[in-house]
């Protein structure tokens, strides 16, 4: 089935630092792929997204590009603030009709001032 | 738009009570889904509706969960004899279909069972 393996955390930065977080994927068919963060007491909120290959998502200065061949969708950003730390998953829609979301384990960011 | 909401936001229960969650979606979005979240984890899928109907369950949910959506708006989810087991955030996320695929979340029921 569906599944989505992304780095293990806890992951602690200084300010303005860049960020990584891996993420790779096992899927039939052509999944469209996400990142959701959950910030401290707050719901999941839906970060960016990829629908097809090469396809790169970007919202608030983070970024993510769809990489079929690796089967991949890695998360950076290239100057982490305090305010970024959350929770970050990835997460997959795989074929079918139900559209219904695979996650990852989470990835724990903590930002220092 | 209000987005999507859940009550109660918290349930303490003991151990083999009957609970229930309500998750109200966005207007017109016609898919519904439920999913489970314990802690460390992600989120895992339980079930969605379109409209009224529950197209999918997922082996997560046993005997003791079932859910419902009667006028295809908003969704309850009903543990019965609930166990420490089920003690978790019980997310409620909604979309529309033919639309674009985002899921949208609600804040949440957290559950413990004591």
């Known amino acids: 089935g569906d599944s989505v393996t992304q780095m293990e955390g806890p992951v602690t930065l200084s300010e303005e630092a860049f960020l990584t977080i891996n993420c790779t994927y096992t899927?039939?068919?052509?999944?469209?792929l996400f990142w959701y963060v959950q910030y401290p007491g707050e719901g999941l909120q839906l970060l960016l997204k990829?629908?097809?290959?090469?396809d790169k998502g970007s919202n608030k200065g983070f970024e993510a590009t769809y990489r079929k061949e690796t089967t991949s969708f890695h998360l950076e950003k290239g100057s982490v603030q305090v305010s970024d730390s959350a929770v970050y998953f990835c997460?997959?829609?795989?074929?079918?009709?139900?559209?219904?979301?695979?996650f990852g384990k989470g990835t724990l960011l903590t930002v220092n001032p | 738009d209000t987005g999507v909401s859940q009550n109660p936001r918290h349930k303490i229960t003991k151990r083999g009570q009957n609970v229930t969650f309500r998750c109200d979606p966005i207007?017109?979005?016609?898919?519904l889904y439920w999913y489970r979240q314990t802690l460390g984890q992600g989120p895992e899928f339980l079930t969605y509706?379109?409209?009224?109907?529950?197209?999918?369950k997922s082996r997560l949910l046993s005997d003791r969960f079932s859910a419902e959506r009667p006028k295809g708006s908003f969704s309850t989810l009903e543990i019965q004899r609930t166990e420490q087991g089920d003690s978790a955030m019980y997310l409620c996320?909604?979309?529309?279909?033919?639309?674009?695929?985002?899921?949208?979340f609600g804040p949440g029921t957290r559950l413990l069972v004591l």
């Open positions: 207007s017109e979005h016609n898919r």
């Open positions: 899927a039939t068919g052509y999944p469209s």
């Open positions: 990829a629908t097809k290959a090469d």
């Open positions: 997460a997959l829609t795989g074929g079918g009709s139900n559209y219904k979301l695979t």
């Open positions: 509706f379109q409209n009224e109907a529950q197209l999918e």
């Open positions: 996320a909604s979309r529309h279909s033919g639309g674009e695929e985002t899921q949208y």
